[in-house]
């Protein structure tokens, strides 16, 4: 992640760089963005869940995963986590004149007008809604910078956070609409290292031409006041096991929970109260705001998909085309959210089986019951002893589920899961360290963690009511049951209350609100954008029937074709399309 100041340009990034990427067929664009998000496997192997994680050096962490949208990419990856236009609105009426128009000062600098500030901002929030936004570049082709937003929306004299932002301008100038704002996911996901490293695969060309595309870390995230959480020493050093087996492990795993929840609330202070979704979401309105856009235009994958339906609930006047892609279902409660996920991993696995299968060479067999009995075979066998995995790193059993987790958000990842597998087999744990480059993002973890223990109350608050849980867990899935089911202790004991609560979110009154989902979707169940389409009241339905975690620029050209039309023209697909 790039820590410096706005302004400063970002290394590696260049306008021939830029150039190239353009060039490239759309497939091949979607296929290098999914492929890059098994850097960051261990982060985001369960998006909106709160699965853990082990490191290779098998000094487990009593976890904090990441969902699919890592810093960088669409929709996390890891522990996380996580709309028809009315005929007024149509082809982009009800825009302002001012919203399609570009000048040399709003190539610089964003300020709010009459159309996108409402009267009915309260005084003491008007400042925030009225100031200025300094465009600088931070790269080939974006600009960077920052928004000043209340800490506290009920006391908003209690102090600030500034957010910070980048945006790449609409190719089209003179056929600009608007400002599109993105979310990758998480909770924890930067988006502005999304914009600054992947702008060019988070939305089609169509899109970009005709939107500014802006990315932005959310309270507690990446730039923007971002949780810390003090160093833990665990007492001797002693190893914790993230799906513990024996009473000794259970301690140890309640022990490491209770101290990383100290060291978050020591090392980020009051400011660990204060980045929840629902905060966030207002954040969104104010810089809606300063942007100049009257009503929200919006594109949030995983998590992103929560934050764009509470921003509908709260300001559904404010609503302009929001696409919710890799939906989550508001209405679960957090012991329900890892149920699913664990139903969906299972579900995504077993697709990952049966088409190994079909082939001879497949190195479980194949046979898709017998794979499946080899798969925790083996699995088992790490547990007891695990594999060398080259250098001082070894591979177990819970580092192993979590790669296994993180291949199955892309069909593009399943030949390289299945040569690791084979290699495991053969008794050579190199490959699947392979799959995750780089070292694992704990700023993110800690985002994660911080935020999914605002929003919603914890999924268990003792060994004992989660161990009550676990026959239900192995019977969602025998493979991540036991992993997701143990992460519901990481918010038993956190230092600050939960603010957030299980919600049906109708956000009545606004208009066509379009919601993605995929039908063997690892990280969130088709069966969450489902209710989340059926809960708005305006919800519109669109279905990718295939495989990995989202549905939206990742070579499905039906669901691009859907997508592209709303956003461009305004104009929703028929509720309950499918795309092959």
Excluded at 3 to 10: K, L, Q, S, V
Excluded at 191 to 218: I, W
Excluded at 567 to 574: A, H, K, N, T
Aim: glycine share 10%; hydrophobic share 40%; charged share 20%.
């Amino acid at each position: 992640m790039d820590t410096r100041a706005p302004g400063h340009d970002r290394t590696g990034e260049t306008a021939d760089t830029a150039s190239v990427s353009r060039t490239r067929p759309r497939a091949r664009r979607a296929a290098r963005r999914r492929a890059a998000g098994l850097r960051r496997a261990l982060h985001r192997a369960v998006i909106a869940a709160g699965a853990p994680f082990a490191r290779l050096d098998r000094a487990r962490q009593a976890g904090i995963p990441d969902g699919r949208a890592a810093v960088g990419r669409r929709g996390v990856r890891g522990t996380a986590l996580l709309s028809a236009v009315p005929l007024a609105l149509v082809a982009g009426a009800g825009l302002p004149a001012a919203a399609a128009a570009d000048d040399k000062a709003s190539a610089t600098r964003s300020q709010g007008t009459a159309a996108s500030i409402p009267a009915a901002v309260p005084e003491g929030l008007r400042p925030y809604y009225t100031q200025r936004i300094e465009w600088e570049t931070c790269g080939a082709v974006v600009q960077c910078g920052e928004l000043e937003v209340p800490l506290d929306y009920a006391d908003p004299s209690a102090g600030t956070i500034r957010l910070s932002l980048a945006r790449v301008r609409a190719t089209d100038p003179a056929g600009r609409i608007g400002s599109l704002l993105y979310n990758p996911g998480g909770p924890g996901a930067s988006g502005v290292e999304a914009v600054k490293s992947a702008s060019q695969m988070l939305a089609t060309p169509g899109v970009a031409a005709r939107y500014d595309l802006v990315g932005f870390d959310p309270r507690g995230v990446g730039e923007s006041a971002p949780v810390r959480c003090a160093p833990v020493r665990t007492a001797g050093d002693a190893t914790v096991d993230i799906t513990p087996d024996t009473p000794a492990e259970v301690d140890g795993a309640v022990r490491s929970a209770r101290e990383n929840a100290a060291a978050c609330g020591s090392g980020t202070g009051p400011r660990l109260g204060h980045v929840s979704s629902l905060e966030t979401a207002r954040d969104m309105d104010v810089l809606r705001a300063v942007l100049g856009d009257p009503r929200l235009n919006y594109l949030g994958v995983s998590y992103g998909t929560y934050l764009g339906a509470l921003y509908a609930d709260l300001y559904p006047d404010r609503v302009g085309r929001l696409t919710l892609d890799a939906a989550v279902d508001p209405r679960l409660d957090a012991m329900e959210k890892l149920r699913g996920q664990a139903a969906g991993f299972q579900r995504a696995l077993d697709a990952f089986l049966a088409d190994c299968t079909k082939r001879p060479e497949c190195p479980l067999g194949t046979d898709p019951a017998q794979a499946a009995k080899r798969l925790t075979a083996l699995l088992a066998r790490l547990d007891r002893a695990p594999l060398p995995a080259g250098g001082a790193g070894h591979l177990d059993r819970d580092t192993t589920v979590a790669i296994m987790a993180e291949s199955l958000y892309s069909k593009d990842s399943w030949p390289a899961l299945e040569s690791a597998l084979g290699a495991a087999l053969a008794g050579n744990g190199t490959e699947f360290p392979a799959l995750v480059e780089g070292a694992a993002d704990i700023a993110f973890s800690q985002s994660f963690q911080a935020i999914s223990c605002l929003d919603l109350p914890p999924a268990a608050t003792s060994p004992e009511q989660l161990q009550a849980e676990l026959p239900s867990f192995r019977q969602a899935s025998p493979v991540f049951g036991e992993w997701l089911a143990w992460s519901a202790l990481n918010c038993a004991e956190w230092p600050v209350a939960a603010v957030g609560t299980p919600r049906t979110i109708t956000a009545p009154g606004t208009p066509p609100i379009l919601v993605v989902g995929t039908t063997r979707d690892p990280a969130t169940p088709h069966a969450w954008a489902e209710a989340l389409a059926g809960q708005l009241e305006s919800g519109v339905l669109l279905t990718r029937d295939g495989d990995g975690h989202s549905g939206y620029n990742v070579g499905n050209p039906c669901v691009d074709r859907a997508v592209d039309r709303y956003l461009i023209e305004g104009l929703p697909p028929v509720d309950g399309t499918r795309c092959g």
